[in-house]
């Protein structure tokens, strides 16, 4: 399948294209200035058909679009679970300032929930929308449900056009993407269900191509597995140091990787700066009961090997498996402690639609409401089975309060001024460590984030603590 290519005359209608905030109460959206891939492609696809496109991310602009800004013929709008009500409210003001438009919602919250977004909708694309846009922009297609099939070749999308999001300058990470799906199906994780089992790779040629569009800059890989395909990796790292790309960048790996360090080692030597690792859980049942095929024992090892290639490691973990009680969270402080993890994130598990683990709440009448706001995985939207809701939630600030203290960020700056002091002597101060500066940094800006959630979350605490 090709796309088509950019008319030689502009079309007369503007398409607006939104990714909405999250809540306010939703502290951590604020920090996400990275927007999702799928409203640049799609933009970027109009745009080479001659419509007049504009992009806006809520989060990049750092306010809600105004008025103005919403003054077109058609409307997009990407949601995702903890967007959705806000991307509603955006569609009906649309509506009331263009009573003759067009709203199309698409994204992984109303594939899975298209019965309640076309209730604030024309349209909603269901699946993946870069084969079917043209045709439901154009009028081609009028039916109110489209479904998009998976997109087997993705060299045929095009590269995005940055210059179409709104305030594009104040990105100070470039999002790319290399491939889609993933071989594992967790438990908890919607990626399979939006984007299937199949690994579904750009050849590295094109992926190249984008390298060096983002050279020098810092990057975020949004791949769900970015090392899935091993021989492939270690292919386009050796690529991307042949051919001197410096671009900075960061990505989302699984522990397995660390079993090959010769690719991790590639990894570094190709600009790799920091993974971010599903770690989950230091709970080996919990492990099990979200089929995450990896053990304790793996993480430490992979904590070992990318930091012994001097990769930084953002560690993320969920808190309230079936098989979690309270005595779960002072051990996993301690692990994260023990093993020097850089920045952390401790998740509250989250019944995405979608899931496995939705349907089962669901079935079970574990849910607490559908207030899309708080889907956001860290407010506790479900009833545990070993410990209460509040419970849960206290558990997970309080986790995050004492990982991200200044207690503990003054101890990381003082090892870093005694790892200094030690090796300059041996001309190797450049291990005095960019690792510990940056953990320290986050650190302080961590507990102002926890702090300001917690203000701004009284009242759900109250709710919850009145719940058994």
Not at 130 to 140: A, H, R
Not at 384 to 406: A, C, H, R, V
């Amino acid at each position: 399948m090709a796309f088509m290519k950019k008319n030689m005359l502009k079309n007369n209608k503007k398409v607006i294209l939104i990714e909405p905030a999250g809540a306010q109460a939703n502290v951590f959206s604020k920090f996400m200035r990275l927007p999702l891939m799928g409203p640049l492609y799609l933009g970027t696809i109009l745009d080479q058909a001659g419509y007049n496109v504009k992009i806006y991310n809520e989060n990049i602009l750092g306010r809600n679009v105004n008025d103005e800004e919403l003054q077109g013929d058609i409307l997009c709008l990407t949601l995702l679970t903890p967007s959705a009500l806000r991307g509603y409210q955006i569609s009906k003001r649309f509506k009331q300032l263009n009573p003759s438009s067009k709203v199309i919602i698409g994204g992984v919250h109303p594939t899975f929930f298209k019965n309640e977004a076309i209730q604030h909708t024309d349209q909603v694309a269901v699946g993946e929308g870069e084969n079917i846009i043209l045709d439901m922009i154009s009028g081609k297609i009028t039916d109110r449900f489209v479904y998009g099939d998976k997109i087997l070749d993705l060299k045929n999308v095009p590269a995005p056009n940055f210059d179409l999001l709104e305030k594009k300058e104040r990105l100070n990470i470039y999002p790319m993407i290399t491939s889609r799906g993933c071989p594992f199906d967790c438990d908890f994780c919607s990626v399979t269900q939006m984007f299937g089992r199949k690994y579904r790779t750009n050849p590295i040629d094109r992926v190249l191509k984008d390298c060096h569009s983002l050279d020098k800059k810092r990057v975020f890989i949004y791949d769900d597995n970015f090392t899935a395909n091993v021989k492939r990796s270690h292919e386009l790292m050796e690529r991307i140091m042949s051919e001197g790309i410096k671009m900075k960048w960061s990505a989302q790996v699984r522990v397995d990787v660390a079993k090959d360090e010769a690719l991790v080692s590639k990894m570094a030597k190709a600009g790799c700066k920091r993974v971010y690792i599903g770690f989950e859980s230091v709970n080996p049942k919990t492990l099990v009961n979200f089929h995450k095929k990896q053990s304790v024992a793996d993480i430490e090892r992979a904590i070992k090997v990318f930091h012994e290639n001097d990769i930084r490691i953002h560690g993320m973990f969920i808190f309230g498996s079936d098989e979690d009680d309270r005595s779960v969270f002072e051990p996993t402080l301690e692990f994260c402690n023990k093993n020097r993890i850089d920045t952390v994130q401790y998740s509250a598990l989250t019944p995405l639609p979608g899931t496995y683990t939705y349907n089962r709440f669901s079935q079970e009448g574990r849910l607490l409401h559908h207030d899309w706001d708080n889907y956001d995985g860290i407010h506790v939207v479900f009833k545990p089975k070993k410990m209460t809701p509040f419970e849960l939630q206290d558990g997970i600030i309080k986790t995050y309060e004492n990982f991200y203290s200044y207690i503990m960020a003054g101890r990381d700056a003082l090892d870093t001024t005694v790892d200094f002091l030690g090796n300059i002597f041996h001309l190797t101060a450049h291990k005095f460590s960019d690792l510990k500066i940056n953990r320290t940094m986050f650190k302080f800006i961590g507990k102002a984030i926890v702090n300001r959630w917690t203000k701004l979350n009284k009242k759900y605490m109250e709710y919850l603590s009145q719940i058994n």
